[in-house]
Protein backbone atom coordinates (compact mmCIF):
# COMPACT_ATOMS: atom_id res chain seq x y z
CA UNK A 1 0.00 0.00 0.00
CA UNK A 2 2.50 2.19 1.18
CA UNK A 3 4.68 1.70 -2.39
CA UNK A 4 1.62 2.28 -4.26
CA UNK A 5 1.28 5.34 -2.84
CA UNK A 6 5.11 6.28 -3.14
CA UNK A 7 4.84 5.19 -7.25
CA UNK A 8 1.96 7.38 -8.21
CA UNK A 9 3.85 10.84 -6.93
CA UNK A 10 6.66 9.42 -8.45
CA UNK A 11 5.06 8.68 -11.97
CA UNK A 12 3.54 12.11 -11.64
CA UNK A 13 7.13 13.87 -11.24
CA UNK A 14 8.58 11.97 -14.31
CA UNK A 15 6.20 12.91 -16.63
CA UNK A 16 5.98 16.51 -15.52
CA UNK A 17 9.84 16.49 -16.08
CA UNK A 18 9.61 15.05 -19.54
CA UNK A 19 6.74 17.56 -20.82
CA UNK A 20 9.18 20.58 -19.30
CA UNK A 21 11.89 18.68 -21.55
CA UNK A 22 10.38 18.98 -24.17
CA UNK A 23 8.65 22.13 -23.68
CA UNK A 24 12.30 23.31 -23.50
CA UNK A 25 14.37 21.74 -26.32
CA UNK A 26 11.45 20.79 -28.82
CA UNK A 27 10.60 23.99 -31.33
CA UNK A 28 6.88 25.44 -30.76
CA UNK A 29 4.85 23.68 -33.55
CA UNK A 30 3.61 26.38 -35.80
CA UNK A 31 0.28 25.94 -37.18
CA UNK A 32 -0.04 29.14 -38.77
CA UNK A 33 -0.36 30.03 -42.54
CA UNK A 34 2.82 30.74 -45.61
CA UNK A 35 3.52 34.14 -45.49
CA UNK A 36 4.22 35.18 -49.27
CA UNK A 37 6.07 38.00 -49.69
CA UNK A 38 6.93 39.72 -53.31
CA UNK A 39 9.74 41.88 -53.97
CA UNK A 40 10.21 43.65 -57.40
CA UNK A 41 12.49 46.61 -58.47
CA UNK A 42 15.43 47.70 -57.15
CA UNK A 43 16.40 47.37 -53.81
CA UNK A 44 15.27 50.45 -52.13
CA UNK A 45 15.17 51.76 -47.88
CA UNK A 46 10.92 51.22 -49.02
CA UNK A 47 12.00 47.82 -49.92
CA UNK A 48 13.61 46.95 -46.66
CA UNK A 49 11.02 48.21 -44.92
CA UNK A 50 8.37 46.47 -46.34
CA UNK A 51 10.91 43.10 -45.99
CA UNK A 52 11.00 43.90 -42.01
CA UNK A 53 7.30 44.14 -41.49
CA UNK A 54 6.16 41.16 -43.48
CA UNK A 55 8.73 39.19 -41.71
CA UNK A 56 7.85 41.11 -38.05
CA UNK A 57 3.91 39.79 -39.38
CA UNK A 58 5.17 36.19 -39.83
CA UNK A 59 6.46 36.00 -36.29
CA UNK A 60 3.82 37.43 -34.80
CA UNK A 61 1.28 34.90 -36.80
CA UNK A 62 3.14 32.00 -36.00
CA UNK A 63 3.94 31.64 -39.91
CA UNK A 64 5.38 28.16 -40.82
CA UNK A 65 7.48 29.75 -43.59
CA UNK A 66 7.98 32.87 -45.47
CA UNK A 67 8.25 32.96 -48.99
CA UNK A 68 10.08 35.49 -50.65
CA UNK A 69 9.39 35.97 -54.51
CA UNK A 70 12.35 37.70 -55.77
CA UNK A 71 12.70 39.66 -59.35
CA UNK A 72 15.04 42.61 -59.01
CA UNK A 73 18.40 44.14 -60.60
CA UNK A 74 20.01 44.74 -57.03
CA UNK A 75 20.24 48.23 -55.31
CA UNK A 76 22.08 50.06 -52.50
CA UNK A 77 24.69 48.28 -50.46
CA UNK A 78 23.42 49.37 -47.13
CA UNK A 79 19.78 48.47 -48.01
CA UNK A 80 21.13 44.83 -49.23
CA UNK A 81 23.30 44.63 -45.81
CA UNK A 82 20.32 45.99 -44.23
CA UNK A 83 18.01 43.13 -45.41
CA UNK A 84 19.72 40.07 -45.20
CA UNK A 85 20.16 40.91 -41.05
CA UNK A 86 16.46 40.86 -41.01
CA UNK A 87 16.59 37.63 -42.94
CA UNK A 88 18.83 36.09 -40.61
CA UNK A 89 17.22 37.69 -37.46
CA UNK A 90 13.72 36.11 -38.53
CA UNK A 91 12.42 32.78 -36.44
CA UNK A 92 10.47 31.67 -39.05
CA UNK A 93 12.08 29.54 -41.62
CA UNK A 94 12.75 31.71 -45.08
CA UNK A 95 12.41 30.36 -48.76
CA UNK A 96 13.78 32.57 -51.75
CA UNK A 97 11.96 32.47 -55.19
CA UNK A 98 13.59 33.89 -58.22
CA UNK A 99 10.26 34.13 -60.23
CA UNK A 100 8.34 34.24 -62.19
CA UNK A 101 9.72 33.10 -65.47
CA UNK A 102 12.03 35.89 -67.13
CA UNK A 103 12.92 36.86 -63.04
CA UNK A 104 16.12 37.69 -62.16
CA UNK A 105 18.48 38.37 -58.63
CA UNK A 106 21.38 40.13 -59.89
CA UNK A 107 23.43 42.41 -57.90
CA UNK A 108 22.17 42.52 -54.66
CA UNK A 109 19.62 40.41 -54.65
CA UNK A 110 22.62 37.35 -54.65
CA UNK A 111 22.96 38.11 -51.21
CA UNK A 112 18.96 37.66 -50.44
CA UNK A 113 19.16 34.54 -52.18
CA UNK A 114 22.93 33.11 -50.55
CA UNK A 115 20.82 34.25 -47.04
CA UNK A 116 17.79 32.31 -47.80
CA UNK A 117 17.34 29.00 -45.88
CA UNK A 118 16.20 27.46 -49.47
CA UNK A 119 16.67 29.18 -52.67
CA UNK A 120 14.64 28.32 -55.69
CA UNK A 121 14.15 29.90 -59.11
CA UNK A 122 11.82 29.47 -62.18
CA UNK A 123 13.35 27.35 -65.20
CA UNK A 124 14.36 30.35 -66.90
CA UNK A 125 15.43 32.77 -64.57
CA UNK A 126 19.12 34.12 -63.65
CA UNK A 127 21.23 35.11 -60.77
CA UNK A 128 24.84 36.95 -60.25
CA UNK A 129 26.64 39.95 -61.50
CA UNK A 130 26.89 40.83 -57.88
CA UNK A 131 30.24 42.73 -58.16
CA UNK A 132 30.01 46.55 -56.48
CA UNK A 133 30.00 49.14 -58.95
CA UNK A 134 30.90 53.21 -57.82
CA UNK A 135 27.55 55.24 -59.05
CA UNK A 136 29.44 58.00 -60.66
CA UNK A 137 33.11 56.80 -60.80
CA UNK A 138 35.41 54.80 -63.41
CA UNK A 139 34.46 51.42 -61.98
CA UNK A 140 38.77 50.68 -62.55
CA UNK A 141 39.94 47.45 -61.50
CA UNK A 142 43.24 48.91 -60.19
CA UNK A 143 40.84 51.40 -57.60
CA UNK A 144 41.78 50.26 -54.24
CA UNK A 145 38.51 51.60 -52.88
CA UNK A 146 36.44 49.48 -55.50
CA UNK A 147 39.13 46.63 -54.50
CA UNK A 148 38.01 46.65 -50.82
CA UNK A 149 34.25 46.99 -51.30
CA UNK A 150 34.44 43.45 -53.50
CA UNK A 151 35.90 41.58 -51.05
CA UNK A 152 34.13 42.78 -48.24
CA UNK A 153 30.76 41.86 -50.33
CA UNK A 154 32.90 38.56 -51.64
CA UNK A 155 33.33 37.52 -47.57
CA UNK A 156 29.88 38.19 -46.96
CA UNK A 157 28.66 36.04 -49.85
CA UNK A 158 31.11 33.41 -48.70
CA UNK A 159 29.44 33.37 -44.98
CA UNK A 160 26.02 32.80 -46.04
CA UNK A 161 26.71 29.86 -48.26
CA UNK A 162 29.03 28.30 -45.46
CA UNK A 163 25.75 28.82 -43.45
CA UNK A 164 23.57 27.31 -45.62
CA UNK A 165 25.55 24.81 -47.31
CA UNK A 166 25.75 26.01 -50.57
CA UNK A 167 29.29 26.18 -52.67
CA UNK A 168 31.18 29.22 -51.00
CA UNK A 169 33.93 30.10 -54.21
CA UNK A 170 31.18 29.80 -56.56
CA UNK A 171 28.81 32.51 -54.40
CA UNK A 172 32.21 35.04 -54.13
CA UNK A 173 32.74 34.56 -57.83
CA UNK A 174 29.72 36.09 -58.26
CA UNK A 175 31.14 39.50 -56.51
CA UNK A 176 34.59 39.16 -57.76
CA UNK A 177 34.59 37.89 -61.28
CA UNK A 178 30.91 39.35 -61.59
CA UNK A 179 29.88 35.77 -62.85
CA UNK A 180 26.33 35.01 -63.27
CA UNK A 181 24.45 32.07 -63.79
CA UNK A 182 21.40 30.60 -65.32
CA UNK A 183 18.88 28.75 -63.59
CA UNK A 184 20.23 25.26 -64.96
CA UNK A 185 23.55 26.49 -64.19
CA UNK A 186 22.94 27.70 -60.38
CA UNK A 187 21.11 24.29 -59.82
CA UNK A 188 24.16 22.10 -61.16
CA UNK A 189 26.20 24.30 -59.09
CA UNK A 190 24.34 23.96 -56.11
CA UNK A 191 24.02 27.52 -55.62
CA UNK A 192 20.13 26.86 -55.33
CA UNK A 193 18.06 23.70 -54.08
CA UNK A 194 15.45 23.17 -57.01
CA UNK A 195 13.95 24.67 -60.04
CA UNK A 196 9.94 25.28 -59.77
CA UNK A 197 7.63 26.96 -61.84
CA UNK A 198 5.01 28.53 -59.63
CA UNK A 199 4.09 28.98 -56.13
CA UNK A 200 2.08 26.11 -55.88
CA UNK A 201 4.51 23.76 -57.30
CA UNK A 202 7.03 25.24 -54.93
CA UNK A 203 5.15 24.75 -51.85
CA UNK A 204 4.32 20.99 -53.23
CA UNK A 205 8.51 20.66 -53.27
CA UNK A 206 9.14 21.96 -50.18
CA UNK A 207 6.20 19.66 -48.24
CA UNK A 208 8.16 17.47 -45.97
CA UNK A 209 11.88 18.63 -46.52
CA UNK A 210 13.72 19.89 -43.87
CA UNK A 211 15.58 22.88 -43.90
CA UNK A 212 18.70 24.05 -41.49
CA UNK A 213 17.44 27.30 -40.38
CA UNK A 214 19.15 29.93 -37.32
CA UNK A 215 21.87 28.27 -35.40
CA UNK A 216 21.30 25.02 -37.17
CA UNK A 217 18.05 24.02 -36.04
CA UNK A 218 16.51 21.46 -38.64
CA UNK A 219 12.82 22.22 -39.05
CA UNK A 220 10.47 19.96 -41.25
CA UNK A 221 7.80 21.66 -43.40
CA UNK A 222 4.30 20.16 -42.94
CA UNK A 223 2.81 22.50 -46.04
CA UNK A 224 -0.21 20.11 -46.39
CA UNK A 225 -3.66 22.33 -46.53
CA UNK A 226 -1.71 25.06 -45.34
CA UNK A 227 -3.32 28.88 -45.73
CA UNK A 228 -1.39 31.22 -48.23
CA UNK A 229 -1.59 34.93 -47.38
CA UNK A 230 0.20 37.30 -49.49
CA UNK A 231 1.14 40.59 -48.18
CA UNK A 232 1.30 43.55 -50.45
CA UNK A 233 2.61 46.79 -49.80
CA UNK A 234 1.04 49.27 -47.63
CA UNK A 235 -0.11 52.65 -49.27
CA UNK A 236 2.71 54.39 -47.19
CA UNK A 237 5.25 51.88 -48.99
CA UNK A 238 3.61 52.13 -52.62
CA UNK A 239 3.58 55.66 -52.67
CA UNK A 240 7.02 55.89 -51.61
CA UNK A 241 8.65 53.12 -53.45
CA UNK A 242 7.16 55.45 -56.09
CA UNK A 243 9.13 58.44 -54.90
CA UNK A 244 12.23 56.77 -54.30
CA UNK A 245 12.59 55.45 -57.89
CA UNK A 246 14.92 58.16 -59.84
CA UNK A 247 13.33 58.65 -62.87
CA UNK A 248 10.19 59.88 -60.93
CA UNK A 249 12.46 62.05 -58.33
CA UNK A 250 14.07 64.01 -61.22
CA UNK A 251 10.48 64.58 -62.65
CA UNK A 252 9.63 65.95 -59.34
CA UNK A 253 13.01 68.07 -59.48
CA UNK A 254 12.51 69.68 -62.87
CA UNK A 255 8.52 70.08 -62.13
CA UNK A 256 9.40 72.09 -59.04
CA UNK A 257 12.35 74.38 -60.43
CA UNK A 258 9.84 74.96 -63.67
CA UNK A 259 6.82 75.71 -61.85
CA UNK A 260 8.64 78.66 -59.52
CA UNK A 261 10.93 79.69 -62.46
CA UNK A 262 7.07 80.22 -63.64
CA UNK A 263 5.61 82.02 -60.61
CA UNK A 264 8.55 84.58 -60.59
CA UNK A 265 8.66 85.52 -64.55
CA UNK A 266 4.84 85.77 -64.10
CA UNK A 267 4.16 86.49 -60.72
CA UNK A 268 0.68 86.34 -59.97
CA UNK A 269 -0.13 83.15 -61.38
CA UNK A 270 -0.27 81.67 -58.09
CA UNK A 271 -0.74 78.38 -59.64
CA UNK A 272 2.74 77.59 -61.00
CA UNK A 273 4.06 78.25 -57.71
CA UNK A 274 2.22 75.94 -56.08
CA UNK A 275 2.83 73.24 -58.45
CA UNK A 276 6.22 74.09 -58.60
CA UNK A 277 5.95 74.45 -54.51
CA UNK A 278 4.99 70.69 -54.38
CA UNK A 279 7.17 69.59 -56.57
CA UNK A 280 10.01 70.31 -54.89
CA UNK A 281 8.19 69.28 -51.30
CA UNK A 282 7.96 65.58 -52.58
CA UNK A 283 11.61 65.68 -54.10
CA UNK A 284 12.87 66.65 -51.02
CA UNK A 285 10.89 63.31 -49.51
CA UNK A 286 12.35 61.50 -52.37
CA UNK A 287 16.03 62.19 -51.19
CA UNK A 288 15.19 60.71 -47.77
CA UNK A 289 15.18 57.30 -49.32
CA UNK A 290 17.25 57.95 -52.41
CA UNK A 291 21.09 59.64 -51.84
CA UNK A 292 20.84 62.70 -53.62
CA UNK A 293 24.47 63.91 -54.83
CA UNK A 294 23.52 68.22 -54.45
CA UNK A 295 26.03 69.16 -56.61
CA UNK A 296 23.85 67.30 -59.27
CA UNK A 297 20.65 69.37 -57.78
CA UNK A 298 22.78 72.91 -58.08
CA UNK A 299 23.77 72.30 -61.57
CA UNK A 300 19.92 71.69 -62.59
CA UNK A 301 19.33 75.26 -60.68
CA UNK A 302 22.41 76.85 -62.17
CA UNK A 303 21.40 75.88 -65.85
CA UNK A 304 17.86 77.14 -65.02
CA UNK A 305 19.50 80.51 -63.85
CA UNK A 306 21.42 80.49 -67.11
CA UNK A 307 18.91 80.53 -69.38
CA UNK A 308 17.16 83.25 -67.73
CA UNK A 309 20.55 85.47 -68.16
CA UNK A 310 20.24 84.51 -71.61
CA UNK A 311 17.55 86.49 -72.16
CA UNK A 312 18.94 90.00 -70.49
CA UNK A 313 22.41 89.26 -72.15
CA UNK A 314 23.26 88.99 -75.73
CA UNK A 315 25.47 85.70 -75.80
CA UNK A 316 24.21 84.34 -79.15
CA UNK A 317 22.69 81.54 -77.63
CA UNK A 318 26.35 80.51 -75.48
CA UNK A 319 23.97 80.43 -72.37
CA UNK A 320 21.82 78.62 -73.35
CA UNK A 321 24.11 76.08 -74.53
CA UNK A 322 25.56 76.36 -70.98
CA UNK A 323 22.16 76.04 -69.29
CA UNK A 324 21.14 73.15 -71.40
CA UNK A 325 24.37 71.35 -70.53
CA UNK A 326 24.43 72.00 -66.75
CA UNK A 327 21.02 70.67 -66.90
CA UNK A 328 22.45 67.04 -68.59
CA UNK A 329 24.82 67.20 -66.55
CA UNK A 330 23.37 67.51 -63.26
CA UNK A 331 20.64 65.00 -64.10
CA UNK A 332 23.49 62.76 -64.88
CA UNK A 333 25.16 63.09 -61.10
CA UNK A 334 22.13 63.88 -59.33
CA UNK A 335 22.05 60.37 -57.39
CA UNK A 336 24.61 58.51 -56.22
CA UNK A 337 22.95 54.99 -57.17
CA UNK A 338 24.25 51.77 -59.03
CA UNK A 339 24.84 51.80 -62.79
CA UNK A 340 21.86 49.90 -63.18
CA UNK A 341 19.24 52.76 -61.53
CA UNK A 342 20.94 55.41 -63.16
CA UNK A 343 18.90 57.51 -65.30
CA UNK A 344 18.98 57.02 -69.29
CA UNK A 345 20.52 59.45 -71.10
CA UNK A 346 17.67 59.76 -73.72
CA UNK A 347 15.44 60.96 -71.10
CA UNK A 348 17.89 63.33 -69.56
CA UNK A 349 18.35 65.23 -72.99
CA UNK A 350 14.76 64.85 -73.71
CA UNK A 351 13.94 66.77 -70.15
CA UNK A 352 16.51 69.25 -70.39
CA UNK A 353 15.95 70.28 -73.78
CA UNK A 354 11.93 70.14 -72.67
CA UNK A 355 12.62 72.43 -69.65
CA UNK A 356 15.26 74.73 -71.53
CA UNK A 357 12.36 75.65 -74.16
CA UNK A 358 9.62 76.42 -72.11
CA UNK A 359 11.70 78.35 -69.52
CA UNK A 360 12.98 80.59 -72.83
CA UNK A 361 9.34 80.87 -74.06
CA UNK A 362 8.14 81.75 -70.78
CA UNK A 363 10.78 84.13 -70.35
CA UNK A 364 10.49 86.05 -73.30
CA UNK A 365 6.71 86.52 -72.72
CA UNK A 366 7.86 88.58 -69.24
CA UNK A 367 10.31 90.12 -71.36
CA UNK A 368 7.57 90.98 -74.35
CA UNK A 369 4.94 91.91 -71.21
CA UNK A 370 7.09 94.43 -69.46
CA UNK A 371 7.56 96.73 -72.54
CA UNK A 372 4.28 97.10 -73.23
CA UNK A 373 2.83 100.52 -72.47
CA UNK A 374 1.02 100.38 -69.16
CA UNK A 375 -2.58 99.95 -68.87
CA UNK A 376 -3.47 100.59 -65.40
CA UNK A 377 -2.68 103.27 -62.74
CA UNK A 378 -1.61 107.17 -63.95
CA UNK A 379 1.12 105.41 -66.22
CA UNK A 380 -1.20 104.74 -68.09
CA UNK A 381 -2.53 108.09 -68.64
CA UNK A 382 0.46 109.10 -70.29
CA UNK A 383 -0.51 109.26 -74.49
CA UNK A 384 -3.95 110.28 -73.21
CA UNK A 385 -6.17 112.46 -74.92
CA UNK A 386 -8.31 115.19 -72.36
CA UNK A 387 -9.58 118.89 -72.67
CA UNK A 388 -8.05 122.08 -70.71
CA UNK A 389 -10.82 123.24 -68.04
CA UNK A 390 -9.20 126.64 -68.36
CA UNK A 391 -6.14 128.75 -69.12
CA UNK A 392 -2.96 127.04 -69.05
CA UNK A 393 -0.10 129.71 -68.61
CA UNK A 394 1.43 127.66 -67.80
CA UNK A 395 -0.85 125.69 -65.59
CA UNK A 396 -4.08 125.01 -65.16
CA UNK A 397 -7.01 122.07 -64.81
CA UNK A 398 -7.78 119.63 -67.54
CA UNK A 399 -10.05 116.59 -67.64
CA UNK A 400 -8.39 113.39 -68.78
CA UNK A 401 -10.04 110.03 -68.35
CA UNK A 402 -13.53 111.29 -66.53
CA UNK A 403 -10.99 112.72 -63.89
CA UNK A 404 -9.77 116.34 -63.03
CA UNK A 405 -6.14 116.56 -62.73
CA UNK A 406 -4.13 119.84 -62.31
CA UNK A 407 -1.69 120.49 -65.36
CA UNK A 408 1.26 122.55 -66.70
CA UNK A 409 2.33 123.22 -70.39
CA UNK A 410 5.40 124.76 -71.86
CA UNK A 411 3.36 126.55 -74.22
CA UNK A 412 -0.09 128.43 -73.44
CA UNK A 413 -3.47 126.63 -74.34
CA UNK A 414 -6.51 128.02 -73.86
CA UNK A 415 -9.22 127.00 -72.68
CA UNK A 416 -11.91 124.13 -73.99
CA UNK A 417 -9.27 123.00 -76.55
CA UNK A 418 -7.74 118.94 -77.02
CA UNK A 419 -4.60 118.53 -75.02
CA UNK A 420 -2.60 114.89 -75.08
CA UNK A 421 -0.58 114.05 -71.97
CA UNK A 422 3.12 114.14 -72.57
CA UNK A 423 4.50 112.78 -69.08
CA UNK A 424 4.16 112.87 -65.37
CA UNK A 425 5.34 115.54 -63.18
CA UNK A 426 4.40 114.28 -59.53
CA UNK A 427 0.62 114.91 -58.93
CA UNK A 428 0.92 117.03 -61.71
CA UNK A 429 0.48 116.18 -65.46
CA UNK A 430 2.42 118.04 -68.37
CA UNK A 431 0.43 118.58 -71.09
CA UNK A 432 0.89 120.01 -74.97
CA UNK A 433 -2.00 121.13 -77.33
CA UNK A 434 -3.37 118.39 -79.30
CA UNK A 435 -2.93 119.00 -82.94
CA UNK A 436 -5.33 120.24 -85.21
CA UNK A 437 -8.19 119.30 -82.75
CA UNK A 438 -10.65 121.49 -80.38
CA UNK A 439 -11.87 120.52 -77.21
CA UNK A 440 -15.56 119.88 -76.55
Not at 5 to 10: D, E, M, S, V, Y
Not at 355 to 362: E, R, Y
Amino acid sequence: MNSRRLLLPGLLVALASMGALDAVSGPPAREGPVIVLRLQGPLMPVAADYLERGLKLAGTRRARLVLLELDTPGGLVTVVRRMVQSILDQPVPVVVFVGPAGAQAASGGVFLVLAADAALMAPVADMGAAHPMVPMGQNRPEDIGLQKAAHELAALARSLAEHHGRDPDLSASMVLESRSFSAQEALAAGLVDGLVADRQELLAWLHGRSLRHGDGQEVVLDLEDVVVESISMNARERILSVLSEPMVAFFLLAVGLLGLYTEITHPGALLPGAVGVIGLLLFALSSQFLPVNWLGAGLLGLGLGLLVLEVKIVSYGALTIGGLVCMMVGGLVLFDVPPEMRLPRSLLVGVSLGVGLVAVFLLRLAVRAQRLPPTMGREALVGMEGESLSDLNPEGKVLVHGEYYDASSDLPIGRGQAVVVEALDGRRLRVRQAPGRQGG
